[in-house]
């Protein structure tokens, strides 16, 4: 399973990681930015974020206002609770998040484009039966969830 996903995401690393470079952020603001891109994310405060994302609230906060800074996110008043601030991805942090994952999953479409008839309905077998497991179709609908399909 290593060898398959070194394979997937080897040269298209690359990419993702000059996306970063361009862009200046860190890693773990890349992991906010993503998050964010998700259609709940007018859910997202910077508590809820470090949950999700299982980093601490002072990271998830340097993270947030380094992002604010380059107007990849902006702060937005809850309507509900005015002392309740949300994260928003402006268009310009939209556009990144989308540049992001689209690298990731360039290897995995190159990889699964390199298949033959056979190879790929084997593939697709042995991926039906694990999305059948709880915890993949859990992964699996927070993915869709996350991009929107």
């Known amino acids: 399973m290593g060898a398959l996903i070194l394979r997937c995401m080897g040269p298209q690393g690359g990419e993702v990681l000059r996306v970063l470079d361009e862009s200046g952020l860190s890693f773990v603001q890349m992991k906010v930015l993503v998050e964010l891109q998700s259609p709940d994310a007018t859910l997202h405060t910077v508590t809820a974020l470090s949950e999700e994302l299982g980093i601490s609230v002072p990271s998830a906060s340097r993270a947030a206002d380094g992002m604010v800074r380059k107007r990849l996110v902006t702060r937005v008043e809850d309507s509900n609770d ?68």
């Open 82 to 149: 005015r002392r309740v601030k949300r994260l928003a991805l402006t268009a310009k942090g939209q556009r990144l998040a989308d540049r992001i994952i689209s690298a990731r999953l360039a290897g995995l479409e190159e990889f699964t484009g390199s298949l033959e008839a056979g190879e790929r309905r084997k593939l697709e077998s042995a991926l039906d039966a694990l999305m059948e497991r709880p915890e993949m179709a859990e992964i699996y609908a927070n993915y869709e969830r996350k991009v929107g399909r």
